[in-house]
């Protein structure tokens, strides 16, 4: 079965860094897109990065060039490293799985057809 799973979270201080991981199964990463979520409370969703199949990699603009997507296709793993951070990046970081297809955004989580159960991140002082 299809399976995505966060880890890596945790609390860490205004400009620390965190990696988090997207340990997937049940699919290859070759056949599909990953992209990282992030939720806070009283806020909508929202589009962090994105690593397509062919490894084409986007970025949100919480991003602000501080985050970096990556993948080991051997682990089956997708990686998204944290630095900079702020207590705007609190939230909880999901990753998902999308089919591929054209005509949409990335940033779309409605195209997105199997979820983790998320990370929690706090950034705070």
């Known amino acids: 079965q299809v399976q995505l799973v966060e880890s890596g979270g945790g609390l860490v201080q205004p400009g620390g860094s965190l990696r988090l991981s997207c340990s997937i199964s049940?699919?290859?990463?070759?056949?599909?897109?990953i992209g990282w979520f992030r939720q806070a409370p009283g806020k909508e969703r929202e589009g962090v990065s994105y690593l397509s199949n062919s490894g084409v990699t986007y970025y949100g603009e919480s991003a602000g060039g501080r985050f970096t997507i990556s993948s080991d296709r051997h682990l089956n793993t997708v990686f998204l490293e944290m630095s900079s951070l702020t207590v705007e990046d609190t939230a909880i970081y999901y990753c998902?799985?999308?089919?591929?297809?054209?005509?949409?955004?990335?940033?779309?989580?409605?195209?997105?057809?199997?979820w983790g159960q998320g990370t929690q991140v706090t950034v705070s002082s």
């Open positions: 049940g699919f290859s990463l070759d056949d599909y897109q």
């Open positions: 998902a799985r999308r089919p591929p297809m054209w005509g949409s955004s990335w940033s779309s989580a409605a195209t997105y057809d199997h």
